[in-house]
Nanobody, 121 residues
């Protein structure tokens, strides 16, 4: 079992930045690829970014490329999502997820509870 706890969400003006963190516990963190997803009101949950177990490989949703950066610190059992140049359409609940496979679909095995990000115009 892997427990995931997100933090760092909040209210920010358009053009601003936030850094989300996801702390993992329960099993060996470096055995899992990590992903970030988001769900806006009335919409389905969508993929945002993923990072491989070592951090050597990353993958992003097209609309966040160049603005968001996913990273991980295996010594701290934590994955991050640095979000810059935020737009109102980035408003959503952001979730981190863990899976043994590096993937961009939603079939991750473990999920956090989410953290709200609100971008005002």
């Amino acid at each position: 079992q892997v427990q995931l706890v997100e933090s760092g969400g909040g209210l920010v003006q358009a053009g601003g930045s936030l850094r989300l963190s996801c702390a993992a516990s329960g099993r060996t963190f470096s055995n899992y690829a990590m992903g970030w997803f988001r769900q806006a009101p009335g919409k389905e949950r969508e993929f945002v970014a993923a990072i491989s177990r070592t951090g050597a490989t990353t993958y992003y949703k097209d609309s966040v490329k160049g603005r968001f950066t996913i990273s991980r610190d295996n010594a701290k059992n934590t994955v991050y999502l640095q979000m810059n140049s935020l737009k109102p359409e980035d408003t959503a609940v952001y979730y981190c997820a863990a899976d043994p496979r590096f993937r961009s679909d939603s079939a991750y095995y473990y999920w956090g509870q989410g953290t709200q990000v609100t971008v005002s115009s």
